[in-house]
């Protein structure tokens, strides 16, 4: 099993739509969660940390379950402009390193 | 403030040549990464710093070496090149602390290996 997995995609949403993506984790001892962007040909940049009560940026939500070892990004009105890969990322407790799911690729078309 | 640059952008080797890839960070950041980005697949860690003269082994280190001479420099080496060196490369620097802290990108280098 993968320590970081991401639904690959492609999602292909139109414009105004809400779409979810779900990453799943198999280190229960994770501390630290975080969901990049990455646009073609690009470098991933950080879109907002996870923290354990859910948080909100914008039209960005994650959420975390530890229970069930998921982190979950919902986007509210999508824009065309959203249209990018969402990599998932997962701290190693103890250490120094993070671990980055392969990314789910998002199209927004008009 | 540049944040975090990678030289050379783009590289085509033969194989079994070498070369050396600079990422250097200006802002004073203790940690450095080099990671390896392939179709499907996830940024991989192939070693890392935690501060100068320091390196490790990451997930994917064969074939690769690295220095860390300056606290703002992480260099990474091929030492014989191979076809399956193709790849992005990004370097990334974060901050120290407990709480692991966001990551900053630079813009990659694409090597392509024949």
């Known amino acids: 099993r993968k320590e970081v997995e991401q639904d690959p995609g492609p999602f292909n949403v139109p414009e105004g739509a809400t779409v979810a993506f779900n990453c799943t984790y198999s280190?229960?001892?994770?501390?630290?969660f975080f969901w990049y962007r990455q646009d073609c040909r690009k470098e991933p940049k950080l879109l907002m940390s996870v923290y354990s009560s859910g948080n909100e940026d914008g039209r960005f939500t994650a959420q975390l379950n530890r229970a069930s070892q998921y982190i979950s990004l919902l986007i509210r009105d999508s824009k065309l402009s959203d249209s990018a890969t969402y990599l998932c990322v997962v701290n190693i407790p103890g250490g120094f390193k993070t671990i980055f799911g392969a990314g789910t690729r998002l199209f927004v078309k008009a | 403030n540049a944040g975090v640059t990678q030289t050379p952008k783009f590289r085509v080797l033969k194989t079994g040549q070498s070369m050396t890839l600079l990422c250097a960070q200006d802002m004073n950041h203790e940690y450095m990464y080099w990671y390896r980005q392939d179709p499907g697949m996830g940024l991989r860690l192939i070693h890392y710093s935690v501060g100068e003269g320091t390196t490790a082994k990451g997930e994917v280190p064969d074939g690769y070496n690295v220095s860390r001479l300056k606290k703002q420099n992480f260099l990474l080496g091929l030492e014989s090149a191979a076809p399956s060196q193709t790849s992005v490369y990004f370097c990334a620097s974060r901050a120290l602390g407990r709480e692991v802290k966001t990551q900053y990108f630079g813009p990659g280098t694409r090597l392509l290996v024949l």
């Open positions: 280190n229960s001892a994770s501390q630290s």
